[in-house]
């Protein structure tokens, strides 16, 4: 998987530079405020380029990611806004395993690095790093794809397509839902087109995604030290068969 996401750090924050980082970050913020963390420092397992991280410390917090792809962790690396390094670090580090010595107020985990793990082995790693890296007390919140939605509204393929001045992107996701094994395998076709030379790269990729369910997901917090406190709809209101993406906002109990 990090290969996939090594290749996939080229064209990334293309991609979703309609991703709305700033209020997803206020939306994050919101959570972790209404549990008792309104600052301090924050552990994200799977940082990405890093862009949530920055705008959470925005927000007053100092971050610090992981990643297991290297790609991603020099992005992150290089766009770290000088006024804003000190409190914003990013590190290769795999979010099933990672032990970096040091305890947070709070740990994130965005844009359904959950549903990347698609072992129970895994999913209860990455649970347990988190757990091992929040204080008593501590906050995790994370997001995923909703199983009751999933079933409810399959995936279908989709295009999108995108350009700036450098590059133009085409990426085509067809998906195969596996009911057995709740995952969906997607499947995208990318064509990578050099704006001043004309060059076409196609990268093929599969990213395989479990879609979870909440008496599966409070039963593995729970073995992981942390017991659930809100289970939601991301960024809006109640889970439901029409919530695709749900959020979990978690507390690290008394061992």
Not at 85 to 104: I, T
Not at 232 to 237: A, D
Request: hydrophobic share 40%; glycine share 8%.
């Amino acid at each position: 998987m990090t290969e996939v996401f090594d290749a996939y750090a080229a064209y990334y924050d293309l991609l979703y530079r309609d991703k709305d980082y700033p209020g997803e970050a206020r939306y994050v913020h919101s959570l972790l405020g209404r549990h008792g963390v309104s600052d301090g420092d924050i552990l994200e397992l799977g940082c990405g380029t890093g862009k949530h991280a920055e705008q959470l410390v925005r927000l007053g917090f100092a971050v610090q990611g992981i990643d297991s792809s290297p790609s991603m962790v020099q992005i992150a690396r290089k766009r770290t806004p000088s006024d804003l390094a000190s409190r914003l670090q990013f590190d290769v580090g795999d979010a099933r395993s990672a032990r970096l010595g040091k305890q947070f107020d709070a740990a994130i985990s965005l844009f359904h690095v959950a549903s990347y793990q698609t072992s129970n082995e895994d999913l209860a790693g990455m649970l347990r790093t988190a757990s091992a890296h929040l204080k008593t007390g501590g906050i995790f919140v994370f997001d995923f794809w909703y199983g009751p939605a999933v079933l409810t509204d399959p995936p279908t393929e989709r295009v999108k397509r995108l350009e700036d001045g450098v590059i133009q992107v085409t990426r085509t996701a067809r998906p195969t839902l596996w009911p057995n094994e709740n995952v969906v395998d997607v499947h995208y076709q990318v064509q990578v087109k050099q704006n001043s030379n004309g060059i076409v790269a196609d990268i093929e990729e599969t990213h395989r995604m479990r879609y979870l369910f909440l008496p599966e997901l409070r039963w593995m917090l729970h073995e992981a030290g942390l017991d659930v406190l809100e289970a939601r709809s991301w960024m809006s209101g109640e889970l439901g068969v029409d919530s695709w993406f749900g959020v979990i906002v978690a507390r690290k109990r008394q061992q």
